[in-house]
């Protein structure tokens, strides 16, 4: 245990117990217990491994690689259709995580071989996101734009075709594009 974490588990929180006993199966597996992103993060060899978190409705083990996980159980959920690499696990109580130990650790086991095997998981090129027809439309009207945002690394323009594509009415799209486009320009990402 990290000292460093503790106060994420002696926190008031909604998922308290739950998160303890989701940290004593994870440390149980040998990982070492790390604070990232305001969360604890279990790594081997200095290597992201899984992470606990919770939301409104559960609490959840995320996987970083848990596409290339074989999910025996079929117990890992994609949060949303954009998440490439990571995987969770959802509880809702107590009880769930006592019925999946065994399993919760099976999991965590492999996550560990696939991170030491070194495997990737093979992510979609920036050239396969789609690009909103008003953002296209900025780009051929811009040059200085399109030379800003091609000059973007390729997860700051995936960010930003994302965050473009979300809105499901078009003045909503073309406002983001208006509000983000200062910060191309600048070589800024969308959370710089």
Known sequence: MNSKVDFFFNKASKWQNEYKKLRTIILDCGLDEELKWGNPCYTTEHNNI???????????????????????KSILIQQTKNVQAARQIRFTNEQEIDKQQA????????AIKVEKAGLKVSLK??????????F?????????????????????????????????????????????IPEILEGKGLND
């Open 103 to 110: 399993t919760l650790k099976a999991y965590i086991k492999e």
């Open 125 to 134: 090129k920036t050239s396969e996101f789609n690009i909103p027809e008003e």
């Open 50 to 72: 899984v992470l606990i978190h919770g939301f409104k409705e559960y609490c959840a083990l995320l996987f970083f690689k848990g596409a290339l996980l074989k999910d025996a």
């Open 136 to 180: 296209k439309n900025k780009l051929d009207k811009n040059a200085d734009l399109e030379k800003a945002f091609n000059a973007l690394t390729p997860g700051r323009q995936r960010a930003y075709l994302l965050h473009f594509s979300q809105p499901k009415q078009s003045q909503t799209c073309v406002s983001r594009i208006e509000k983000s």
